[in-house]
């Protein structure tokens, strides 16, 4: 079965994201678990866990995904910077395992101008700090980086770098996203392209930690280092790259969720309806 959703909201109460993941047609969803501009969440309301986690069952979700908030940055050479971003962390993993969310996405962030060897190690500290402190069974994934300015791990080196200093690699997952790949140099639109990210990927990292797609089409160029996100089939990496992507063996199994924009020229239905005509069920 194809696992696809999206990233829905969960305006007015945790559970109301089930209803929308649902509406929409999905077979999986991501959600932030509180707001995700602030520093600070409210705490989860036992009510709100079990009726979340009531509607989820009904509904028959196997696969549900939480996105970190925006501001944390694990790669931070700063010290409180890095700080607040550790505990936000380990508030989410805590968090997820209540709501028993099965993973957790993280950006990798940016070494803020001190290198990518700094930035590696900051991240792995972090996550090590995070996993040391928390009992969960919601696995974190890495999310792979756009190669914006100042990034870490946009290029599968520095993820397998983290990886080989992760003490539970266990607990630890990749999440690719498309538009990411893309920007920062992999050309995931041509088929050898694609052969050749995988092979990769496979020799930097590993495919066994790659655990969830984000699937998101490419408003910058390869290479561009631009992390913006355009709907299925109007980006760089187009329809064919895409039913590529969604059939390929290796990927075809995979969660896949799109965090595409909601704006005239189309919706998250929209979308999603261009990504379920591309697959071809076995
Ligand atoms: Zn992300
Ligand atoms: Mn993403
Ligand atoms: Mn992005």
Redesign the pocket.
Known sequence: MLLLGAHVSISGSIAKSVDRAKELGCTTFQIFTRNPRGWRAQKLKQEEVEEFKRRRREEGYRVVVAHMPYLPNIASPKQDGWRKSVNVLIDELRRCDALEIDYLVCHLGSHLGKGVQAGIERVARAVNEALSKVETGCVLLLENM?GQKGSVGSRFEEIGEIFSRIEQPDRVGVCL?T??LYAAGYDVRSEAGLEETLRAFEEKVGLRRLKVLHL?DSKGGLGSGL?R?EHIGHGHIGKEGFRRIVNHKVLRGLPMIIETPEDEKGDYSYDLGVLRSLYRPE
């Open positions: 756009a996203d538009c990411h998101n992390d996100h």
